[in-house]
């Protein structure tokens, strides 16, 4: 039986593992607690001597992975105007890309000036991978995941660059899968068993027969023998610093015009702006299978931080859950394929949810037969292009 924290929003059945005491709390709620409890000033020092240990090991001092939103801008201004260091950006393109997506990459690249690299996977594979993990995982993500998690580690062992800084650990910040005192570093096991679902590039090949190990090479993670030869370490900011996205944003916002992108099924429009289907067909995707969205994550977020109560929260997440997904029949053209085709695989995926899904009247209901079929095949290589839907590069 599924049951609630007293505090937030969350289920507990959160994809990473939640778990609650006796009073009904969770644990993401009682590890939020620290961030009032620890000496920051005192991280910050410890966080400074870990990047002095190998400072002069290469031309940069670590690479950081970049995005049109998510928590890029915050990272990189804290990396160069609070740590001193010399980053070198490095961005996995999603091959569709929102115009205000590609507006704060652009800011992001010039306010910095720092030296910036960018891998774009040929678009007719990028299509393929996307329908085989929509088809088999009910993840629109997975790819532009796997590579933006590989593509910096690879980079940083090629140039040896000793770090990689992340910005917040997920596992952490929503489900207090480990204590900012751990100082919890990127590992594979934690890439494959959560941000990649349990299925990292080997897995998927089994999903299709025509894959082969060179597609996927541009997203495969290095190996265990690269890892210890090169000791590049991942490091979380979010370890280090008091992570509060609404407050990042908001000041990223205010000293650099970071973007936002309004969207029905969001409360704070901050977050991912560069995906144009992030609350759209990725979190429908999302409800059906959970039972939640993105905006319990924000609300959840809001009410950790004290700027709102759980009472109205829960009112705004019912509101925020009945409104009709946003961009669905742009991404269904991008792809290639009709509504019909994204309308069975939210019936695919489902699941015990289903009365939270299927209640939208996007729903077509008589195509349910057809969910005995995996989908490969019905995605084509479409031409539509839309301004939210622009590749931004090629090469690296």
Known sequence: MLTRCAKCLYWSNHPLGITFDSSGVCSGCLVHEEKNQLDWVQRKIELKKIFESRSGQSNYDCVIPVSGGQDSFFTVHYAINELG?????????????????????????????ADYRQFTIGLTLAKSIISCTLSNLGSLNWLWIAGQTSLPVRIAIDLEIPFVLWGAHQGLEQV??????????MSRRYRQEHDLMGFDEE???????????????????????????SEVRGIYLGNFVRWDP??????????????SRNNVR???????????VYFGLNDILKQA?????KATD?????????RISRTVALKLEKKFLSQRPEGISEFARWMGVSEKTINLLLLQHAGD???????????????????RNRFRGLFSNSTFLDSDYQNIGKGI
């Open 85 to 113: 260091l010399n980053p070198l950006l490095v961005n996995f393109n999603r091959n569709f890309n929102s115009k205000e997506g590609i507006r704060n990459l652009s800011i992001l690249r010039s306010v910095f000036d």
């Open 353 to 371: 949810f289903s009365s939270s899904v299927l209640a939208g009247d996007w729903i077509d209901r008589p195509f349910q037969d057809a969910l």
């Open 176 to 185: 207090g899968m480990y204590s900012h005192l751990e100082n919890v570093e």
């Open 266 to 276: 969001a409360f704070w429009p901050y977050d991912n702006p560069d995906c144009p």
């Open 203 to 229: 897995r998927i090949l089994d999903f299709n027969p025509n894959f082969t190990n060179d597609d996927l090479s541009p997203i495969r993670y290095p190996s265990d023998l690269e890892l210890h030869r």
């Open 298 to 306: 924000q609300l959840t977020r809001e009410i950790r931080h004290g």
């Open 289 to 293: 299978k959970y039972g939640y969205s």
């Open 246 to 259: 609404t407050f990042q944003h908001e000041q990223m916002n205010r000293l650099y015009g970071y973007g």
